[in-house]
């Protein structure tokens, strides 16, 4: 199969799969889908099961922006091959893929609740939550003025990746062409992208979109300084006078589960995990069936870590269990994905 005729294919069961609009699958298969990330199963001369891994930076505790983390995006499998364990073969061959590529966690959104049980079958727990609340509008003030973004400029850019590394202690940090990506999905959904701009300049970004004749949303709406707040409160008023209530929707450490994670390079982790927490003195165990590299004993100490030797009656970890201890005081922020 050609990568032309493969990248058709690929189309056609992400569109069986989950319905989402034409337009939406070509800014996907436009600016996101590239042969070299794409695993698949072909039979029959179509593909019957796939998916796509991302690369993002990741921060996780202070510090430059320099680790890694995969997303994986777009698993799938005709209905009439299910249960043959297609899915299955390439999530893990995904993983082998991106312990190649010294990736530290895998990240997913599974689509579905009753897929968070299955990805536990992988090594993945459930990392990022979301909160579903109303918000309530300040009193309006025009204390500055609200830019409608049509382009993602480097200032653009800049304002977003700082109010997302400033509000989360590990995130994936989406680059400039994601931004754009991200932009041009919401505005063809209905939505505005708001840039909030007070004296001292560009202050924060906004996602909003109208859900009903009274209702709107507020994506991912990040901490708004008071003079901020009334300002897009300002904004909301004018632009939409016929919307009554806005629900706030925001990444919280506890709430309605989001995304799942899973680690990948258990050395990369916990080389971090040592150095954001000086204070742990331990040893474990990890057993890692689909990456065999991940295995072995480690001893964490003075904010280091080390291979150790065999030893009993020290704690044993899976990938699931491991993820869990190392993400607990700081999950990850995964928002602006791609999510259809």
Avoid at 57 to 80: D, H, K
Avoid at 164 to 169: H, K, S, V
Avoid at 254 to 268: L, N, S, T
Avoid at 273 to 280: C, G, I, K, W
């Amino acid at each position: 199969m050609d990568k032309d005729e493969c990248k058709r294919s690929v189309r056609a069961l992400w569109k069986k799969c989950f319905g989402d609009s034409e337009a939406f699958m070509d800014l996907y298969f436009t600016r996101k889908y590239t042969d070299e990330q794409n695993i698949y199963t072909e039979h029959g001369g179509q593909v019957v099961s796939a998916l796509q891994y991302f690369i993002y930076p990741f921060q996780w505790g202070s510090g430059p922006c320099g680790r890694s983390v995969g997303y994986l995006s777009g698993i799938a499998t005709l209905p009439e091959y299910r249960k043959r364990g297609y899915a299955a073969t390439l999530i893990r061959k995904a993983h082998l893929e991106l312990h190649s590529r010294k990736v530290m966690f895998s990240m997913l959104i599974p689509a579905a609740p009753a897929l968070f049980g299955y990805y536990r079958k992988f090594g993945y727990s459930t990392c990022s939550y979301r909160s579903y609340e109303e918000y309530k509008l300040p009193e309006p003030a025009a204390v500055g003025y609200v830019e409608e973004v049509q382009d993602v400029t480097p200032a653009i850019y800049k304002c977003f990746a700082a109010q997302w590394r400033e509000t989360a202690r590990s995130v994936v940090v989406l680059r400039q062409d994601d931004l754009e990506t991200v932009v041009a999905d919401w505005r063809m959904a209905g939505g505005k992208v708001c840039a909030v701009h007070l004296t001292a300049g560009l202050s924060t970004l906004v996602f909003v979109r109208r859900e009903s004749d009274e209702t709107g949303l507020l994506y991912e709406l990040p901490h708004l300084c008071p003079p901020a707040a009334k300002t897009l409160s300002h904004y909301l008023k004018r632009t939409f006078p016929g919307v009554r209530s806005w629900k706030r929707v925001a990444s919280v450490s506890k709430g309605v589960p989001f995304a799942q994670a899973r680690v990948i390079r258990v050395h990369e982790a916990l080389r971090r995990y040592a150095a954001l927490h000086p204070d742990v003195d331990m040893c474990l165990k990890v057993v890692d069936g689909d990456i065999p590299a991940n295995s072995g004993y480690y001893q964490i100490t003075q904010g280091r870590f080390k291979r150790a030797y065999p030893a009993a009656n020290i704690p044993v970890y899976s990938p699931g269990k491991l993820t869990d201890f190392l993400l607990q005081d700081a999950p990850p922020s995964i928002g602006f994905m791609m999510e259809g």
